[in-house]
């Protein structure tokens, strides 16, 4: 006998959404001087959800100078233990308000609730709490001595998870003395403009963090700007290559977390209930907007059929449908444009051979969703296994050997992420040392932790986030002459 679920919709009242959001500038919303306006849409439902400002030229001047002068004047000669007394107040504000950033982030993003409520919001505020404790300790986190922070930080970051990907950034550039002008994704803007009042509830002094919303021609004019001591970026390959270009012989730091295509490898001693979960954790969270998703399936031929046919069970039970209900488990998919990529390359996969199995599961007449999906007879030549998806469609490959599968795990331009499944920890160990990634899991994906670095080599990008090295792209050592 099957028992349906009942709908357990979260209220949308715990959010108050204003009809227009202006650009944060010097500690006050401010309309754009020389820029345009923009909506920002539910991708669940196509509702438009508030008008936010495009930054122009003169915008980005003005933010950058705002952070200029406060990281000149207030925030770089203050004491350490007094920026952690604000990192404090931030993280703990951040905690009271938690379920109003989770419903906001939904409602932008296409999340669903669960996910924002229980993955992104601790993190958030993970990020912010251990950053703070590091504030009055840069000396000795063993990155020289007497380390100085920057200047001003330009951070541009992607749509996936606005409110933690803005708290990767933020967090350790305030906490090593450098003031910040973010710009968030244009998609996805309301949760980094609720963090503005965040801000101005902390009473951080104006301009310490500056929140320009706009498209891509915002993110290069502040990326341009010469005031601009240190520039992160996580977002596409492709817009990481252009900021290099842009920044080549300019003497300004850079970190670049791009794409990936992470592969997961599942061996014929692993715990198949356990590595099914794992792997729908590893490509379906998140509707598998994840750069480092593991959306490369690498399973031992003889426990292929086996695996596949327990995985297919598994995603039958997973529900796609309203974000807010708190039962879903695959949300809505960003944008239209996102979901005509993910419809483009899947389209290849049919083309090129690969088989396709979709999860049953009706979707909604509104948004933008698709539905869970594999591919399987997959080679290394499809396009489904080259490049990045960005979306909950994972491609199958199979090998016999450890070396087999450490070839075509590597076999890509990128290396971010990497996941074994196996019940030996030795093959653990030598496969860890092996794959050419940033991050590799062993017997679970998708784990993250402030104190823990990560990043990518390769196309994936170079410079870590989280931990002692994540603080190290924010600092400079001042050497000391005996």
């Known amino acids: 006998m099957a028992f349906e679920y009942a709908p357990a919709p979260e209220s949308r009242s715990v959010v108050d959404i204003a009809p227009s959001y202006g650009l944060f500038v010097d500690g006050e919303f401010t309309d754009p001087v020389d820029g345009g306006w923009r909506d920002t849409v ?39 233990r007094e920026r952690a007394k604000y990192l404090y107040r931030i993280a703990r504000l951040i905690q009271e308000r938690s379920r109003e950033l989770a419903v906001l982030e939904t409602l932008d993003n296409g999340k669903p609730i669960r996910e924002s409520r229980d993955v992104d919001l601790p993190l958030v505020a993970a990020h912010f709490f251990y950053h703070a404790g590091w504030a ?3 000396e000795y986190a063993g990155l020289g001595p007497r380390p100085r922070p920057l200047g001003v930080a330009a951070q541009v970051i992607p749509w996936n998870f606005p409110l933690l990907m803005l708290a990767w ?11 910040v002008v973010l710009k968030p994704a244009e998609t996805t803007p309301l949760t980094a403009l609720a963090f503005a009042d965040i801000c101005r509830q902390a009473d951080l002094p104006p301009g310490v963090v500056n929140i320009l919303t706009g498209a891509g021609e915002t993110g290069r004019l502040l990326v341009e700007d010469p005031d601009v001591d240190k520039v992160a970026f996580t977002g596409s390959t492709e817009v990481g290559r252009q ?11 850079l970190t670049l977390e791009l794409g990936g295509k992470a592969a997961n490898v599942v061996f014929d001693d692993a715990p198949i209930d356990q590595a099914v979960e794992g792997i729908v954790n590893g490509i379906y969270f998140n509707q598998g907007h994840v750069c480092c998703a593991g959306s490369r399936l690498l399973v031992q031929e003889s426990v292929a059929d086996e695996l596949l046919a327990s995985l297919k069970r598994r995603l039958a039970t997973l529900r796609l449908g309203d ?5 879903t488990d695959i949300g809505a998919i960003n944008s239209a444009a996102q979901l005509a990529r993910i419809s483009e390359l899947t389209a290849a996969g049919d083309d090129e051979g690969a088989e396709r199995w979709t999860a049953p599961c009706e979707l909604p007449d509104r948004g933008y969703w698709f539905p869970p999906t594999i591919f399987t007879g997959v080679t290394q030549a499809h396009r489904i296994a080259r490049e990045e998806i960005f979306g909950p469609v994972l491609s199958v490959l199979t090998f016999r050997t450890p070396e087999e599968a450490v070839e075509k795990a590597n076999n890509t331009p990128y290396g971010l992420s990497a996941g074994i499944w196996t019940e030996k920890g030795s093959r653990i160990l030598w496969m860890a040392q092996r794959l050419r990634a940033g991050v590799v899991w062993a017997n679970t994906f998708n784990r993250f932790d402030p104190t ?8 994936s990008g170079f410079g870590r986030e989280g931990g002692i090295a994540g603080l190290a792209a924010y600092l400079e050592s001042s050497e000391v002459a005996s």
């Open 42 to 80: 539910n991708p669940a439902t196509e509702e438009v959800l508030s008008k936010v400002a495009d930054a122009g030229p003169a915008d980005v001047r003005r933010a950058v100078q705002a952070a200029r002068t406060a990281y000149e004047q207030v925030w770089g000669p203050m004491p350490g």
């Open 243 to 253: 900021i290099m270009r842009t920044l080549a012989g300019t003497g300004t730091r």
């Open 169 to 179: 950034k933020v967090a350790p550039a305030l906490a090593c003395g450098n003031t």
């Open 136 to 138: 009055d300790k840069l």
């Open 452 to 459: 823990s670095p990560f990043g990518g080599y390769k196309e």
């Open 323 to 327: 974000p807010l209900d708190k039962n």
